[in-house]
């Protein structure tokens, strides 16, 4: 499946909230100081062409544009005062929580030690309502239900807004990486897994797919979306998907089967009861069609020890195993 490239055009404001933890004497940056703190943090800033974005932890505004098309949202972010052009770009994707804040707060100290620069988009519920418009990426307007006349153009996916995002941060960074690696947990867990088999040649150099409700496997005899069935993934090459560097994460404690928000019906029990259950069963059925297919399977399987539902001890884990 080709990707479509579109024209984009976007506008960038910086509301600059700085936490405690980027100006408190116990961060492990240089002298405990921000040099490129701006004198008042809590301003909007309009960031001038050429410019690049104050490190520190801060949000900023996105536009993305194609066509009559547009979605806003805003972008936390956190980037270690010795950021370089060769830096690592981390994407972090929310739960159904929307707390974008609290997932770019959780990476900080990670992000402090391995050196990495971390950005969490809020896909707001007033831009992306539901689950459609997330964790399935609004491919469909309904998702759940999906038919070549509900199926939305690529332009307007949400999948289809992460890649010229990153072209924009590279601008906003002076990055010069080629690729970004990408973390989700819960709906960004499925949001992730998702945007890995919808958009095959986007730039992710590696994924941490964490603890993810329900998947869609890639299996035709299902329809979506459990299985790639009755949908645009059929018959798609799981060559690109594969080969990928892409981690199955879940919490070893994560096993309620009574967890508040967690899909129950024939096509999700199939998959198992729990995430943890779910997540083992996907990724073995991935394992094993790979083997059948003889295709190369960069994939890994990780339990975060000591781990439930919360995301704050997958976000460590999920750092460490991308860039440690």
């Known amino acids: 499946m080709k990707s479509i490239a579109v024209p984009y055009k976007f506008s960038c404001l910086v509301v600059v909230l700085f936490s405690l933890l980027s100006c408190s004497s116990d961060n492990d940056e240089p002298n405990g100081t921000n040099p490129n703190e701006p004198e ?30 547009t979605k806003s949202l805003d972008i936390y972010y956190y980037l270690p005062n010795n950021y370089a052009p060769t830096t690592p770009v981390l994407f972090v994707f929310h739960g159904t929580g929307r707390n974008a804040d609290e997932y770019r707060d959780a990476m900080v100290a990670k992000a402090q030690e391995l050196n990495f620069m971390v950005f969490a988009p809020e896909f707001s519920i007033q831009e992306f309502p539901d689950g459609d418009a997330y964790n399935l990426g609004n491919v469909y307007v309904d998702g759940d239900n999906p038919t070549p006349q509900t199926l939305n153009p690529e332009s307007q996916w949400a999948f289809s807004i992460v890649d010229p995002l990153f072209d924009y941060i590279k601008t906003l960074t002076g990055n010069e990486n080629a690729s970004y690696y990408a973390f ?138 991308l860039f440690n």
């Open 40 to 69: 008042n943090p809590g301003e909007v800033i309009d960031i001038p062409p050429g410019e690049t974005l104050p490190s520190g932890s801060a949000v900023f505004h996105y536009e993305y544009t194609v066509g009559g098309f």
């Open 184 to 321: 989700g947990h819960s709906a960004g867990g499925q949001f992730l897994h998702r945007l890995l088999m919808f958009k095959p040649n986007s730039r992710i150099e590696k994924a941490v797919a964490s603890a993810s409700g329900w998947y869609t496997f890639p299996d035709e005899t299902v329809p979506f979306p459990y299985g790639f069935g009755q949908s645009i993934l059929s018959g798609s090459s799981l060559e690109s998907l594969f080969s990928k560097q892409v981690i199955i994460q879940v919490g070893e404690d994560d096993d309620n089967p009574n967890s508040a928000g967690l899909r129950h019906n024939d096509y999700a029990d199939a998959q198992g009861l729990n995430r943890k259950t779910r997540a083992v069963n996907f990724f073995d059925y991935c394992s094993d069609l790979a083997s059948e297919e003889s295709l190369i399977f960069n994939w890994q399987f990780r339990l975060v020890p000591n781990a439930t539902h919360d995301f704050g001890l997958p976000c460590e884990y999920a750092a460490d195993v």
